[in-house]
């Protein structure tokens, strides 16, 4: 999966996604009608269905953006001070490296005892190797965003493991997809690889608006439950894909995620029922938007979220693939066509 590797070590903070972007550009410009980009920055594919007579309008999205830092300040002593970008856990990050968009690379300290900072981002800091502030501004500035370092690896029983999982799994998963479709859905599909997700869910938004979806499905991680952590739920990697029951951030419409499931069951895609107690995704944008979109989620599950060493599963990446393939290819009735 090399270019799930390169879409995972792509360099790209909320709101500094053009790396991930120009990738993506690149991989899906000739299998689709149409690709635009906003002033948001949301890429966005175009892929006509055959006009049948129950045709939808169907947005996924998928988000490009992944978690960070942005720089508040330079200590007298060199040391640059930060503020989070998007939910980040200090435990996770302390005493290890980032990255800059210039290149520059950090390490990651705390003013105290990391156990008592109680996840506020504000008192770690980052050493680039310089000693006095007039030599750290020469490389970094308040304002510059940094990124987590963590590699690609493949691992046993086709386990992967890389930073920014969250969600490049799901933009290669919609990639795949997108070559999948060679026009003979009915619907008319909008691949969406969104900005922004991690501070706010503002670029699905944008494009909801824009395209005034029927249906919207977004793809995104979940958490795995199958090792102690600090959540509580049914999750596991390598079970199948997550078809989305629970999400605090919007609720799923009945009809879309019994059709999902029927999707899988008459596919033979291995599934599993995803509830998220905690967190959101582009789904409740594209929930809210315009006068208001049905919407449903795909979810990959993610073991150690929010971290620079995330697993997920090929298989569960596999059915992920072969769901939404099948899902576009329905034939969707509402209430109201009846």
């Given at each position: 999966m090399k270019l799930l590797e390169e879409l995972t070590q792509?360099?790209?903070v909320s709101g500094r996604e053009k790396n991930v972007r120009a990738i993506i550009?690149?991989?899906?410009k000739d299998y689709v009608d149409s690709y635009s980009v906003d002033a948001m920055g949301n890429l966005i594919a175009y892929k006509k269905g055959t006009d049948s007579e129950?045709?939808?309008k169907i947005m996924y999205t998928a988000h490009m953006d992944e978690i960070g830092y942005q720089v508040t300040h330079i200590e007298g002593d060199g040391r640059v001070k930060v503020c989070s970008v998007g939910w980040t856990w200090t435990s996770s990050i302390y005493n290890d490296k980032v990255i800059f968009q210039n290149g520059v690379i950090g390490v990651v300290g705390c003013d105290g005892p990391v156990e008592e900072v109680h996840n506020k981002a504000q008192e770690l800091y980052i050493d680039i190797g310089c000693t006095s502030k007039e030599e750290?501004?020469?490389h970094v500035q308040p304002g510059d965003y940094c990124g987590f370092i963590g590699k690609y690896y493949e691992m046993l029983n086709?386990?992967?493991?890389s930073k920014s999982l969250d969600d490049r799994v799901a933009c290669y998963v919609m990639i795949e997809a997108i070559k999948k479709n060679h026009g003979q859905y009915p619907n008319d599909i909008y691949y969406v690889f969104t900005v922004q997700e991690e501070v706010g869910c503002r670029g699905s938004e944008v494009a909801a608006e824009r395209i005034k979806p029927e249906i919207g499905v977004s793809l995104d991680v979940t958490p795995d439950h199958y090792y102690p952590s600090d959540l509580k739920g049914c999750n596991q990697v390598g079970k199948g894909v997550g078809v989305t029951f629970g999400n605090p951030s919007a609720m799923l419409d009945e009809y879309l995620v019994d059709e999902m499931v029927r999707t899988c069951e008459e596919n033979n895609i291995d599934y599993q029922r995803?509830?998220?107690?905690?967190g959101g995704t582009?789904?409740?944008s594209m929930n809210r938007a315009y006068y208001g979109t049905r919407v449903a989620g795909i979810s990959i599950v993610d073991r150690f979220p929010h971290s620079?060493?995330?697993i997920v599963s090929k298989h569960d990446i596999e059915c992920a693939i072969d769901l939404v393939d099948k899902y576009s290819a329905r034939e969707f009735t509402f209430e109201e066509d009846w």
């Open positions: 792509a360099w790209g550009k690149r991989e899906i129950n045709s939808k750290t501004l020469k086709g386990h992967i493991c995803d509830v998220m107690d905690r582009d789904a409740s620079q060493s995330s």
